[in-house]
């Protein structure tokens, strides 16, 4: 039931470009991202909604496949502020909020 | 500032002890949430409140006990704690409309552990 994320960790180079990617074995109606800093609240980014759409958020942008039960989540120039973990969090129904997490990516972009 | 509150941010305790954590949220929200987070595990989703009614317990075990007093406060009332329960806790809110792909605001959580 919980969704898996992969790549499990990644580094980066400022200015480089990532893709984490979420994957789940049941149907969804919403997919959403949040990120969290080291010793932070996580932060929202951004919901989708299944009929496949793309929404971008600066150069943050993500995409949702509900064919295929998966998101991605694509950080373009990557910024030293991208750095924490990023998790995607799964709702199979529109009950409200009851998010199943992926167990994380975190990310680090060094200068 | 999320607009969401937690206190205390780390608390120590004994196995026999009794404790509290505080949430409270200042963004008019109706839906109210704990997550626990272990290392290397992923956020689990514990109980959800929907104004002030508990509609979510995800079979957590009795030594954890919720209080949603008001749509603006919840409380986690932890008794003989096991070492594996150390963990983050961490409170979310949302608006509550029960239409999902709803928003959640999260605290910055109590760090939690258990001797």
């Known amino acids: 039931q919980q969704p898996v994320q992969s790549p499990q960790a990644v580094i980066l180079r400022e200015g480089e470009d990532a893709v984490i990617n979420c994957s789940s074995s049941k149907a969804l109606y919403s997919v959403h991202w949040y990120r969290q800093k080291h010793g932070e609240a996580p932060v929202f980014l951004m919901i989708?909604?299944?009929?496949?759409e793309q929404k971008g958020h600066d150069k943050i942008s993500a995409s949702f496949n509900e064919k295929k039960q998966q998101s991605s989540l694509y950080l373009t120039a990557s910024q030293l502020s991208y750095s924490g973990t990023y998790f995607c969090?799964?709702?199979?129904?529109?009950?409200?909020?009851?998010?199943?997490f992926g167990q994380g990516t975190e990310l680090s972009v060094k200068p | 500032e999320t607009g969401v509150t937690q206190t205390p941010r780390h608390l120590v305790m004994g196995m026999t002890n009794k404790k509290s954590l505080k949430c409270e949220q200042h963004?008019?929200?109706?839906?109210m949430y704990w997550y626990k987070q272990s290392a290397k595990k992923p956020l689990e989703l514990m109980f959800v409140?929907?104004?002030?009614?508990?509609?979510e317990n995800n079979s957590v075990p009795s030594r954890f006990s919720p209080e949603c007093p008001n749509s603006s406060h919840l409380f986690l009332h932890l008794h003989t704690l096991q070492p594996e329960d150390s963990a983050l806790y961490l409170c979310a809110s949302s608006p509550g409309e029960n239409r999902g792909n709803e928003k959640l605001f999260f605290g910055s959580g109590t760090q939690l552990s258990v001797l």
């Open positions: 969090g799964t709702e199979i129904d529109n009950q409200g909020g009851k998010l199943i």
């Open positions: 409140y929907s104004l002030e009614e508990r509609v």
């Open positions: 963004l008019g929200h109706n839906a």
């Open positions: 989708l909604l299944k009929g496949g």
